[in-house]
């Protein structure tokens, strides 16, 4: 059984990343500082390694769809039109001709498609964080979706994990 000071700090792990919106890159140091500072304690240092895996991989995921979105919008969007479709009229007022609806329906699904991961992506953060949190709360092992494991668990870390499983499941 872990006591209730391993459970509460193995859930500080996996609630620091909520800390990037005050401290940048707080997701990474706080996982990171608990897994350094209690790596002699199994059951905390999985769930920091864990809750570090996970943010790394969203990390990387993002980093992948803004450079999708940055290629494909720049992509898009240089053929929504050029200097030769645009001139002012007598009012002064910025007039693009020659352009049906049609024409910027692709741009707008991509984008709309870019805006959906972005948003799926946020949601699925703030969600696994939160129930891993909880089920670090409650002694019991929590194994991130999506995750790659940059980090691995030592035998020690994994033995640990299963025992407390096994324990809390009977």
Same mark, same amino acid.
């Given at each position: *059984?872990?006591?209730? /000071? ?7 792990? &996996?609630?620091?990343?909520? #800390? ?6 707080? /997701?990474? !140091? ?42 494909? !919008? !720049? ?13 002012? #009229?007598?009012? /002064? ?5 020659? &352009?049906?609806?049609?024409?910027? *329906?692709?741009? *707008? ?62």
């Amino acid at each position: *059984m872990q006591s209730i /000071n391993q459970k509460t700090i193995s859930s500080v792990a &996996h609630l620091g990343a909520f #800390s990037k919106y005050f401290i940048p890159l707080g /997701n990474f !140091l706080v996982p990171i500082f608990i897994w350094v500072l209690h790596k002699e304690k199994p059951f905390v240092s999985a769930h920091a390694k864990r809750s570090l895996n996970f943010q790394i991989s969203l990390f990387l995921y993002a980093s992948v769809l803004a450079s999708i979105a940055i290629f494909g !919008l !720049l992509t898009l969007g240089v053929n929504l039109g050029n200097l030769d479709q645009f001139y002012f #009229s007598a009012g /002064n007022d910025l007039v693009i001709s020659n &352009h049906s609806p049609l024409f910027t *329906m692709p741009f *707008m699904i991509f984008a709309g498609v870019v805006i959906i991961l972005t948003i799926g992506l946020f949601f699925l953060e703030i969600l696994c964080v939160i129930n891993a949190a909880v089920r670090a709360c409650e002694g019991k092992a929590y194994r991130y979706p999506l995750t790659i494991n940059f980090i691995q668990l030592t035998s020690e870390e994994q033995q640990d994990l299963q025992e407390e499983n096994f324990q809390t499941s009977l």
